[in-house]
C-alpha cells in the first residue's frame, strides 16, 4: 500500500506537525534527569540478577523445577537484554548520561551479530530509510514480499514457511541479514568489507555459542543435558519473542510503504509523518512495554528513535493526538490484532499482486 | 599474595567466557560498585572542611584503582542529575596510606556546578568514578638535597600530597622549603597542619604570605623569603600568573631546569558563551587538522571538507554513526541549540556545530 502524501500535510501543515514533534523532543531532551537514570541501572541490575539466577538454577537442572526456575529465568532476561538494554542503549538512547558502561559506542549485547554491525544495518539504514521500497532492507529483509511495489518472485510463495522457521531463529536470520550478502550480489558491497564482517561474526558468534551450549553445560556435570536444553529453550524463547515484536511493530495491515519519489525532498515534518506512518503500535501493560523494549510504541519509537525508552509511554498519547489532529492513521491495537494482521500481510504479498 | 591475585586475574579471565560479551567485572559491580575494575569507583567515606571554601573528602577506592605518585591528580567522575559530570582534583594522600584510602581537596568555584556538589552534597557513601592518577608533576625517585615548593591559592594541593610523602618517609629529609601563598590565614588550605609541622620538623620551613595585606607573592617576595632559592630543586603550583612570573624569573637566572610547574588549566581558556554564534577554530587532534568552522556547518562536514577521514552513517541525526570524542571546547547541536562542552563527551558530528573554539579526536 503506497501512499500519496495528503495535499494539506505536504504544505503548511507538514510544517508545523515538524515543529509540534520536535516540541515534544525538546520537552523530554529537557527532561531528562536522575529518574530516568535511575531506571536504566535499575532493569540493568534486574537482569544481571536474572541471568545469574538463571544460570545458577540450570545447573542444577536435573532438578525440574530447578529447569523450570532457571530456564524462565534466563528467558527473560535474554529478552530484557535485547530489547529493552541492547536495542535502546545502541540507539543511543542513554549516551547523554556520559557513562562509559551505558553507551552506545561500547555496548555490546548478548545476541550472535556484533553490535556495531547491527547499528549500521538497523539505526543507520532502517531508520533512515523506514518503509522506503528498495531502501530500508527491513521492509521484508531482503526474503520478504511485504508491500506491492515490491516485485513479486516466485519464491515469494514460500515467504509464509520462511517466516516459520525465521522466528525461532531470529537472531541467526538477523546475523546473516547484517552481513549484507544481497549488497555484495548488487556490487554495493566489497568482498572485502564482506570477509571483515564475517570474522567480526564468527568471533562473536563462536563466544555467544559457546557459552550456552558448550560451556555451562559442561559446568553443570550431571545437569549438562538439561542445563543446554534449558539454553536452547531460553535462546528459542527470546527469539520468537523479538522477532514477534518486531514484526508486530512494522508490518500490520495499515502500516503503509513509499516510494523513492515520494521521499525527494523530504522536509523534517514528513519525515516524522513517514516516521508515524511505517510502523504501528501494540497496546499493552507496563510490565508488557518493558520486555517488548517499549517498542510496543513503535510509533514514538520511529519518530525519536534517541530519546529514552522509557519516556515513549508519556509522549504517546501527545503523538497521538497530533496524528488525531492533522487526520494522520495512527495505527495500534493488542498484541493479538498486530500478529494476526502481519500475518495477513504476509499472506496477501506472498502471491502477486498490489 | 601477589601469586594469588596473579592466579585471581587469570580466573577472571576464564569466567569472561561464561559472562560474554559483558566481563565478570560488571557482575561484581553490581554486588559492589568497589569490586569491578572495569570502570573503578572510589567510596566517599568523610568529608571535612579545610577551609571556608575547601573540603577534603577521602575515598575508598575500588579493585580498578592503580595507586598514584605524590603530586598527581585524579579526574573524578560525579553523577549529577543522571549524567556523570568530570573534574580533576589533586590528591592529598600519601599513596599506598595503611587504611587503603585515598583523599582530594576540592575547592568550591562558587560558580561552578561540580565542586560545590561534590563539598556540599556529597555524604559518605557516595560512590564517586576513577579514572588513573594523571600528571608529571611529582616527586622523583631520586630527591636533590634542598627543594622549594612554592604554591598559591589550591596550588597548595598536589605539593601537599607531596610533602606526606616526605613526611610519611623515614630519615634522611631533604631541606624543605614551602612558600604558600593565601588571601588571608583563614583562606590557607592546610595552613594549621602546616605550621604545626613546622614547628615538628626540624627539615621544613613553612612560609605564608598573605596577598590580602601584601599583595601578590612575587618573584622578588621569594628572593627575600628563600634567599637560596638558586640552588634549590623547585616545583611550581598555581594561577597562571605566578607561574608566569617564576618561569620567567627562573628562565632569566639560566635556572629553567631546576623548575617544575603545574598549570591546573591544561586546555585553552575558552570565551563565553555569547561568541558561540560566530563558530570557531577546530582542531582535528589525531590528523592535526586545524580550520575554522561556522555556527552552522556540522562538524562532520567541516572535518571531511578538510580532509579528515571521520566516522558517518545517516548523517541527519538518526543512527549515532558519527560519534566522535570532543577533547575540548564547545559545541551546539543544530536541531535543539543545546550546548555541550563535556571534555570526553561523544558528540554526534552530523548535527554539530562550533560554538567557539574546540578539538575533536579525529
Ligand atoms: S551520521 Fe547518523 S547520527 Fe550522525
Known amino acids: ?71 524462565a529465568m534466563l528467558a527473560v532476561a535474554k529478552i530484557l537484554e535485547n530489547m529493552e538494554l541492547g536495542h535502546n542503549i545502541l540507539h543511543g538512547q542513554w549516551d547523554w548520561m556520559g557513562d562509559p558502561a551505558i553507551h552506545s559506542a561500547t555496548w555490546e549485547w548478548d545476541f550472535l551479530t556484533p553490535a556495531e554491525a547491527w547499528k549500521h544495518t538497523h539505526n543507520h539504514l532502517h531508520h533512515t530509510w523506514t518503509n522506503v521500497v528498495d531502501r530500508d532492507r527491513d521492509l521484508g529483509y531482503v526474503v520478504f514480499r511485504m508491500s506491492g511495489d515490491q516485485r513479486w518472485r516466485p519464491r515469494h510463495l514460500a515467504q509464509p514457511l520462511y517466516n516459520f522457521v525465521l522466528a525461532p531463529f531470529f537472531e541467526w536470520g538477523i546475523a546473516l541479514y547484517d552481513l549484507e550478502p544481497d549488497a555484495v550480489a548488487a556490487g554495493r558491497k566489497s568482498w572485502r568489507s564482506l570477509a571483515a564482517d564475517l570474522t567480526g561474526f564468527l568471533g562473536k558468534a563462536t563466544r555467544q555459542l559457546a557459552k550456552d551450549y558448550v560451556l555451562f553445560p559442561l559446568l553443570a556435570g550431571p545437569s549438562a543435558l538439561p542445563c543446554l536444553l534449558g539454553n536452547l529453550t531460553a535462546n528459542t524463547v527470546r527469539n520468537l519473542w523479538s522477532h514477534t515484536i518486531i514484526f508486530c511493530g512494522h508490518f500490520p495491515g495499515d502500516v503503509q510503504t513509499f516510494t523513492e519519489e515520494y521521499i525527494d525532498g523530504e522536509t523534517r515534518g514528513q ?11 501494540i497496546e499493552g501493560g507496563p510490565l508488557f512495554h518493558i520486555l517488548s523494549g517499549n517498542l510496543g510504541h513503535q510509533i514514538e519509537h520511529h519518530a525519536f528513535p534517541d530519546l529514552p525508552s522509557n519516556r515513549y509511554a508519556e509522549i504517546a498519547p501527545r503523538v497521538r493526538e497530533l496524528c488525531e489532529k492533522y487526520g494522520i492513521p495512527y495505527v495500534t491495537g493488542p498484541l493479538w490484532r498486530q500478529y494476526g494482521s502481519t500475518w495477513g500481510r504476509i499472506l496477501r504479498f506472498a502471491v502477486p499482486g498490489k | 599474595m601477589p601469586e594469588l591475585l596473579a592466579l585471581a586475574s587469570r580466573l577472571l579471565d576464564v569466567a569472561s567466557w ?91 568555584t562558587p560558580e561552578g556546578r561540580v565542586s560545590p556538589q561534590l563539598a556540599r ?6 560512590v564517586l568514578r576513577l579514572v588513573p592518577a594523571q600528571g608529571e608533576f611529582v616527586l622523583p625517585d631520586r630527591l636533590a638535597s634542598r627543594i622549594l615548593l612554592v604554591t598559591a591559592g589550591s596550588g597548595i594541593t598536589p605539593v601537599m600530597g607531596m610533602l606526606r610523602t616526605l613526611m610519611s618517609r623515614r630519615p634522611p629529609h631533604p631541606d624543605v622549603v614551602l612558600v604558600h601563598s593565601a588571601p588571608c590565614a583563614r583562606d590557607s588550605i592546610f595552613g594549621s597542619e602546616l605550621h604545626a609541622a613546622r614547628r615538628r620538623l626540624d627539615w621544613l620551613d613553612y612560609v605564608e604570605h598573605h596577598t590580602r595585606p601584601h599583595g601578590r607573592l612575587a618573584p622578588d617576595d621569594l628572593a627575600r623569603l628563600c634567599p637560596d632559592w638558586p640552588e634549590r630543586e623547585t616545583w611550581a603550583c598555581g594561577p597562571a600568573a605566578l607561574l608566569d612570573a617564576v618561569e620567567c624569573h627562573w628562565g632569566r637566572a639560566g635556572l629553567g631546569e631546576r623548575l617544575h610547574v603545574e598549570r591546573f588549566q591544561l586546555d585553552p581558556v575558552l570565551p563565553p558563551d555569547h561568541d558561540a554564534a560566530s563558530g570557531g577554530r577546530v582542531l582535528f587532534t589525531h590528523t592535526g587538522v586545524e580550520v575554522t568552522a561556522d555556527a552552522v556547518t556540522p562538524l562532520l562536514v567541516v572535518g571531511e571538507s578538510a580532509g579528515v577521514v571521520m566516522p558517518y552513517g545517516c548523517r541527519r541525526g538518526i543512527c549515532f554513526g558519527c560519534l566522535t570524542p570532543l577533547r575540548y571546547g564547545r559545541v551546539c547541536d543544530l536541531r535543539t541549540g543545546e550546548v555541550h562542552d563535556r571534555a570526553g563527551q561523544m558528540i554526534q558530528t552530523c548535527v554539530s556545530a562550533a560554538a567557539g573554539p574546540l578539538a575533536l579526536d579525529a
Request: no cysteine.
Open chain 1, 1 to 71: 500500500m503506497t501512499l500519496t502524501r495528503p495535499a494539506a500535510i505536504e504544505t503548511a501543515l507538514g510544517k508545523e506537525l515538524g515543529e509540534e514533534l520536535d516540541r515534544i523532543r525538546a520537552d523530554i531532551i529537557a527532561a531528562r534527569a536522575a529518574d530516568d537514570a535511575r531506571y536504566i541501572r535499575t532493569v540493568i541490575a534486574a537482569q544481571r540478577s536474572l541471568e545469574a539466577g538463571g544460570r545458577a538454577a540450570l545447573a542444577v537442572s536435573l532438578f525440574p523445577p530447578a529447569w523450570a526456575a532457571g530456564t
Open chain 1, 271 to 281: 519525515w516524522y509523518l513517514r516516521q508515524i506512518q511505517g510502523s504501528a503500535n
Open chain 2, 18 to 108: 561464561l559472562t560474554s560479551p559483558l566481563t565478570p567485572d560488571d557482575y561484581l559491580g553490581l554486588i559492589d560498585p568497589l569490586l569491578g575494575a572495569r570502570f573503578p569507583v572510589g567510596r566517599v567515606t568523610g568529608v571535612w572542611p579545610e577551609t571556608p571554601d575547601a573540603v577534603t573528602l577521602a575515598l575508598r577506592p575500588g579493585r580498578g584503582w592503580a595507586g598514584h605518585r605524590p603530586g598527581q591528580y585524579l579526574p573524578v567522575g560525579v553523577e549529577m542529575d543522571g549524567v556523570w559530570q568530570w573534574r580533576t582534583y589533586s590528591l592529598t594522600s600519601v599513596p599506598g596510606r595503611q587504611d587503603g584510602l585515598l583523599t582530594i581537596t576540592v575547592k568550591v
Open chain 2, 121 to 126: 552534597r556529597t555524604p559518605p557513601g557516595t
